[in-house]
């Protein structure tokens, strides 16, 4: 992951080394060789996945983008790429971020799961009614495309969702490889965490509108983006609802940076006419 970026720029090797002072760990030898459970450690992902998108991003010339926004943690990275947070402490938020979000998951068991080929509001309704019949929590945690939502939840909450969904004519339920239920109640301890890093950290004013994911909308203000920030780690990431914003509001030309392609998914589903490239 990033081992080429590395080999190849020295300006990547650069902040690769400076991330690993930061974190007084060197995450890039996990990132380059380290196993899949390693790398699957919340204080390890998190920072590989923003320091992997802020490199190519950064690699990108005279990369001046009108309006940004970023799925879950890379929210972070994203900031980075609209002025409103340095390199140095959008890592330090994001290992700050994937330290409490550790902790919570340590305290009580949880998880997430996939539910694929059914309308958001059915997969929402069953959330609900789970709730309601069982005192379990378990609520819609990704909106990451249309017939695509994850929820989290405890295990037994999970279960209870996951059969009324193949009920109700769930093409597929994938359980995920994550150590807790992110985006849900179980991450209000680690909200508490988050909010105090926020409010030591400098934040400045964007250089263009971030659509973030408990709002879906353009935001501008550094207040409103903190807020959002903290909110996020209890709330649902409304991806699907904050790219359609952005093609309201006049995008024709999205740019994927980073690992994966969630967003690339997500433009060919809605199937909508914009011109879509990458760089990962």
Known sequence: MGKNLYENSAFAKKLFEQANEILEFRISDVMFNGTEEQLLQTYVTQPAIFLHSVIAFKGIENSRPEMVAGHSQGEFSALVANGV???????????ARAEAMQHACEKTPSGMAAVLGLPDEVVENICAEVQKESGEIVVPANYNCPEQLVISGSPKGLELASAKA?????????????????????????????????????FYNPTCPVYQNVVARAVVSKDEIKKNLIEQLTGPVKWTQSILAMIADGASHFTEVGPGKVLHKLIHKINHEVVMDGVH
Not at 85 to 95: A, I, M, Q, R, Y
Not at 171 to 179: C, Y
Not at 180 to 201: R, V, Y
């Open 85 to 95: 947070l340095s390199f140095e402490d959008g890592l330090k938020l994001v290992s």
């Open 166 to 202: 193949k009920a109700a004519g769930a093409r597929k339920i994938v359980p995920l490889k994550v150590s807790g239920a992110f985006h849900s109640p179980f991450m209000a301890s680690a909200q508490d965490e988050l909010k105090e890093a926020i409010e030591n950290t400098t």
